[in-house]
Structures are given as C-alpha cells and as structure tokens.
C-alpha cells in the first residue's frame, strides 16, 4: 500500500465514478464508472464502495461524496438513495427510514478498513477547484443541483439550496435538473442556467462563481459569456479529484 494514495468516489444519483490519486492529484488508476445500484440501502452502498476499492490499487484513506445533507460524516438527508429505483421514483418509507442519522463516514471507514471522510458530494467538487482566496460558490449541474460554499479555503455549513422553492411550486432541483434539461433542450436549459446565476449573484455577492458537474459542459458558450467574468466552468472530473485536497478543509467555524 502507498501511503500516499487516496480512493476518491464521487457518488451520484445515476453513476459512482471512482480513481485512486496522489498527494499531487495524479491518477494511479483509470477513472472508473458504474451505474448506482437500486434499490440502495445503507448495507448495499457499504458492500458497492468496498466492491469498487478492491479492484483499485490499495490506498490509506478514502473520500466519499455523496448528495445530500452530511454533517460529521452523518446522513441527516439524502435524495435518489431513498428511492425505489433512483432519482425521480417512488420514495420507499424503509429506505428512508435506514439512511435517516445513518452513520455513513463510520459505517465505510470499517468496511473499508482506512480511514474514510465523506462530505456532501459538490463540497468533495469544490475542494478540487477552489483557489482558497476570497468567498469561492460552486454549483453542479446533474441530476439536480449541488451548492457548496467556502471562505479563504474553509468550508462553510452546508445546506441544501436544491430544495429551495422558486417559481412558487418547485424547487432547484427540478427547476435546472437533469429531466427538466431533456424537456426544454439544451438551448433554452442553458439560458435558465444564465438567468440562475443572474439571480443568485445578489443573494450571494461571490468572488468566484464555479459551475462544474456533468451537465456543465452543455452550457452555450454564449451564456458563459453574458454570465460574467467571475464565472469559471469546470470539468465534472474536480467531483473525484477533489478527494485529495477534502482532506485539508476546515471549517469557518473553527
């Protein structure tokens, strides 16, 4: 075992997408993608990230991302894993039940036997692309949206801007997500994507607006272009590679 490897998974609604890196950010693996199983309770997402980590070279710590509300490594909300078959199907009442407080960074840290930090997924993205100067916003676009913030390098409280209520009867996540982008097309998305940035920029006053994820890559470069200079897009790859650098954010409350 390289005691300077890391295994970083970057968990997603409809992929786990996998690589073990360097203390420099180097690959020491092929980036490796699977479909999210379903159903998925808490004992399968354990026995799919052993499942992954064994067919990698052995490293001494891993990174976990994943959706949803983790405070210390503790599920206190998550989207998709609750349903039956994945985003945008029939909540199942017992999954919810089993992955409510789940102790999911304690839970992987024994299956995988290193130890393991997991963090809402946009904030292992985040760790992979921000400068560590100024107040740094990223954003992902895919199956829903990911919001993280940090100030000087440090990461703040998370919480859930997806499941915030715009246009009165729906939220972020449907608003800009993966199903409402195969609705509208790619053209008329990316200028809801535009008009998103427009106006969150008064609410947030960001020095640096990152927007990463799968679905970034679909914004018209004429919409990157009247978003503002301030404006960075990424490639979905920070969601893994930001597994080495996770482990040296801090908290502005500390």
């Known amino acids: 075992m390289d005691e ?66 983790i405070r210390n490594g ?35 840290s024994k299956k995988l036997g290193i130890p393991t930090l997991v963090l809402n997924d946009a904030e292992v993205h985040g760790a992979g692309i921000i400068t560590g100067s100024g107040y740094e916003v990223v954003i992902t676009l895919g199956t829903g949206l990911g919001f993280a913030i940090f100030y000087g390098g440090k990461l703040a409280p998370h919480f859930e801007l997806s499941h915030a209520t715009v246009r009165r009867s729906t939220t972020y996540d449907t608003w800009i997500g993966e199903q409402e982008r195969k609705r509208l097309g790619n053209v008329f998305w990316s200028r809801r994507i535009r008009q998103l940035v427009e106006e969150l920029r008064p609410v947030f006053k960001w020095d640096r607006l990152y927007i990463g994820g799968g679905n970034a890559r679909l914004i018209r470069p004429k919409d990157i272009a009247a978003m503002g200079e301030e404006i960075v897009i990424v490639p979905n790859t920070a969601g893994v590679a930001g597994g080495v650098r996770a482990w040296n954010l801090t908290s502005v409350l500390e």
């Open 4 to 69: 300077r490897l890391t295994l970083s998974i970057d968990c997603g609604g409809l992929f786990l997408k996998s690589c073990v890196l360097d203390d420099s950010g180097t690959m020491h693996s092929k980036p490796n993608r699977i479909e999210t199983p379903y159903p998925l309770s808490p004992e399968t997402f354990a026995d799919t990230i052993s499942h992954i980590a064994s067919e990698l070279p052995k490293a001494c710590r891993a990174t976990i991302g994943m959706p949803g509300m």
């Open 74 to 108: 503790v599920v206190v909300a998550t989207p998709h894993y609750i349903n039956v078959r994945g985003p945008h199907t029939r909540i199942d009442p017992e999954l919810a039940e089993q992955w409510r407080d789940f102790d999911v960074q304690k839970a992987l």
